[in-house]
C-alpha cells in the first residue's frame, strides 16, 4: 500500500471524523472529552513519520493498522451516521464496528486450525503413495509482532502433524527482512525427513516497505539468507528432485507469478526458467505464491500435476492495483480440480495488516495418494 493511502485513511478517518464529531454530537460536551476522541488520531499521526523515515516501519504499520480499525474507522461511522440518525443509533453502529475489528485482531487472526486433505493421482509414482505433505504459507511475521506465542504453537502445531516434508509458499515477511529475527529460535525447530522447501512471495520482494533501489535487493538477500540459515530449501525458479526408494519427482519453485500486473515486478518467465531440465511424464509439484498463476500459465502451458499457493489470506477479493478485474481471486481457499490437474491455497497464517479478514489462520497437512 502506497505511503499517501495511509495519509487518506488519516485525514479522512482521522481528521475528518474528529472535525465533524466535535460539530456535531459533541458541541456541547467540554473540551476535555473532544480531545481523548483525539487521542487515536495522535497515535496514527505519530505513526505516519515513523513510517515515511523508515523507522521502525513495520510496528508502526500495525499500530497504525489497530488505530484506524478499532478506533478511527468507527468514529467516521459514527460521525457520518450521526448527520441523518439519533446518536444513539450512530453510537451502536461504531461500537459494533469496533468491536468486529476487535475480534478478527485478537481472536480470529490467533484462533489457529488444521485441515487435512487427502489427493489422489494416477501418474504418482509407488514410493510416494502415501507421502504426507504440510503445506503453510504466508506467516507475514511483521503482522504478528515480536513476541507472539502464535508462531510458537504454529511450529509445535507443524511438528505435531509429523509431515514427511514441508513446503512454504512464501511471505515470510510484510515490509523488511528484520520482522523474522525475533523468531529464529521458534522457526528453527521446524524439521522433517525431506527437508523443508520455501518460495518468495510478493511481500518476500519488499516492494511494500522502506527500502529502495539497491538497499531493498540487500535485504531481499539477508532474507533469503535467513532462511537457507534456517536449514529451508529455497527454489528461486528452478527445480529440485525429491526421492523415495527408487522413485522420484520433480519439486519446481517459482518467485512470485500473478495475473495482476501489480506485481509484475515479481513475474516474468519465472516458470519457463524454472523447468528447463525437467523431463516429460514425471510427476510435478509446483510452488507458486500466486493462486492467479494456476489459470494464467500453469494449466494452458504444463503438464503439472499438483500446485501449491497461497496469497489470498482466504479472500476472494485483493483490492490491488487500479483495474478491478483483476482484484477478484477466483480460487481463494481449498482443493480446486480442472481433470487431473490439482491446485491447492492455503488461506495462510498471518497478514499484511495487523489482523487477517479472511477467517482463521490455517495448517494444512496433504496426503497424496496413487490411484
Same mark, same amino acid.
Given at each position: ?105 485478537? #481472536?480470529? %487472526? !490467533? ?7 487427502? $489427493? &489422489?493421482?494416477? =501418474?504418482? /509414482?509407488? @514410493? ?46 510484510? #515490509?523488511? %527482512? !528484520? ?7 521458534? $522457526? &528453527?525447530?521446524? =524439521?522433517? /525427513?525431506? @527437508? ?64 495482476? /500486473? ?110
Amino acid at each position: 500500500m502506497k505511503f499517501s493511502t495511509y495519509v487518506l485513511f488519516f485525514l479522512l478517518f482521522g481528521v475528518v471524523a474528529d472535525v465533524t464529531l466535535a460539530l456535531t454530537l459533541l458541541r456541547d460536551a467540554p473540551l476535555w472529552c473532544k480531545l481523548v476522541i483525539a487521542i487515536p488520531t495522535l497515535v496514527a499521526l505519530v505513526c505516519l513519520p515513523l513510517m515515511a523515515l523508515g523507522k521502525v516501519y513495520t510496528d508502526a504499520i500495525r499500530i497504525f493498522s489497530w488505530s484506524i480499525f478499532i478506533f478511527e474507522f468507527p468514529k467516521f461511522l459514527i460521525a457520518l451516521n450521526g448527520l441523518f440518525l439519533p446518536p444513539y443509533v450512530a453510537v451502536g453502529i461504531g461500537a459494533a464496528v469496533s468491536a468486529f475489528f476487535i475480534t478478527y485482531i485478537f #481472536y480470529v %487472526s !490467533r484462533r489457529l486450525i488444521v485441515k487435512e486433505h487427502k $489427493l &489422489e493421482f494416477e =501418474e504418482l /509414482p509407488d @514410493g510416494f503413495d502415501g507421502l504426507r505433505i504440510c503445506h503453510i504459507s504466508d506467516l507475514h511475521l511483521g503482522s504478528i509482532g515480536h513476541k507472539s506465542k502464535l508462531v510458537w504453537h504454529i511450529v509445535d502445531t507443524v511438528q505435531s502433524l509429523r509431515p514427511e516434508i514441508i513446503l512454504f509458499t512464501g511471505d515470510l515477511v510484510s #515490509y523488511e %527482512s !528484520r520482522e523474522a529475527d525475533a523468531y529464529r529460535p521458534a $522457526l &528453527e525447530r521446524l =524439521e522433517a /525427513p525431506m @527437508g523443508i522447501w520455501s518460495i518468495f512471495g510478493n511481500h518476500d520482494f519488499l516492494l511494500h516497505g522502506p527500502h529502495r533501489d539497491e538497499a531493498r535487493t540487500k535485504d531481499m538477500e539477508k532474507l533469503e539468507a535467513f532462511e537457507k540459515d534456517l536449514g529451508w530449501n529455497v527454489l528461486r525458479n528452478r527445480t529440485a528432485f525429491l526421492e523415495r526408494g527408487s522413485d522420484r519427482i520433480a519439486l519446481i519453485g517459482v518467485d512470485n507469478v500473478s495475473r495482476n /500486473p501489480y506485481f509484475q515486478k515479481t513475474g516474468g518467465k519465472n516458470l519457463e526458467t524454472a523447468m528447463e531440465g525437467v523431463p516429460e511424464g514425471i510427476f510435478k509439484l509446483l510452488l507458486s505464491h500466486d493462486s492467479t498463476h494456476w489459470r494464467m500459465e500453469v494449466l494452458p502451458g504444463t503438464d503439472i500435476n499438483l500446485t501449491l499457493s497461497g496469497h489470498t489470506h482466504g479472500l476472494k477479493y485483493k483490492l490491488t492495483g487500479l483495474n478491478a478485474k483483476h482484484w477478484r481471486l477466483h480460487e481463494s481457499g481449498g482443493i480446486y480440480r480442472e481433470g487431473a490437474r490439482v491446485l491447492h491455497v492455503s488461506p495462510g497464517l498471518g497478514s499484511g495488516f495487523a489482523f487477517r479478514l479472511g477467517g482463521y489462520p490455517e495448517i494444512d497437512l496433504i496426503t497424496i495418494t496413487k490411484t
